[in-house]
């Protein structure tokens, strides 16, 4: 794949994502709690909470979209080992850790209240779960990238 396919490819999951992260924070999320709120009125109090509490923690993620987009059009400019990408890097891997830590504290505040639902649980051990991998995955890419862009560097003063 040539470096401007890669870099529309990258910018079009980006663009979906995004998509996809507004219509949660507009529709699903919202619906799905006031169903919940419905169902069950001894929660109706947590509805504005959780669900500001979700669209914080949507920020990270819009945040981290908005880096990738930038490291994609290094990618279209044939740029794709510089520091500024190793940069990025580090920064989503922080990201998706705080994302992480965030929905951790918020199951151990919903089980502390008694309101963390087995579903509830499972679904954040998932997210979890990706977060890290993700935080992980980024802090190694990172290394690599600074390691070319150190390398890259340094052929280009001996030519």
């Known amino acids: 794949m040539k470096q401007k396919e ?4 990258m910018k079009g999951i980006v663009v979906l994502g995004f998509i996809c992260v507004l219509f949660l924070d507009a529709v699903w999320v919202p619906q799905l709690g006031l169903d919940i709120a419905r169902e ?16 914080i923690s949507t920020m990270p993620v819009m945040y981290f979209m ?20 190793a940069l ?29 639902h087995i579903g509830i649980a499972i679904i954040g ?9 993700i935080s992980v995955l980024c802090a190694a890419l990172s290394h690599l990238t600074r390691k070319a862009a150190d390398m890259r560097s340094e052929n280009d003063l001996t030519i």
Request: hydrophobic share 55%.
């Open 66 to 85: 908005a880096l990738v987009w930038q490291m994609a059009s290094e990618i279209g400019r044939d740029n794709s080992f510089c520091l500024k990408n």
């Open 125 to 133: 051990m998932g997210v979890c779960a990706v977060g890290a991998a």
């Open 88 to 116: 990025r890097l580090r920064t989503c891997s922080l990201l998706a850790a705080a994302d992480t830590v965030y929905y951790l504290v918020g199951g151990v505040v919903l089980l502390s209240m008694g309101l963390l």
């Open 40 to 55: 069950t009125p001894d929660l109706q109090r947590m509805f504005w909470p959780c669900l500001i509490y979700f669209w």
């Open 6 to 9: 890669l870099s529309r490819w």
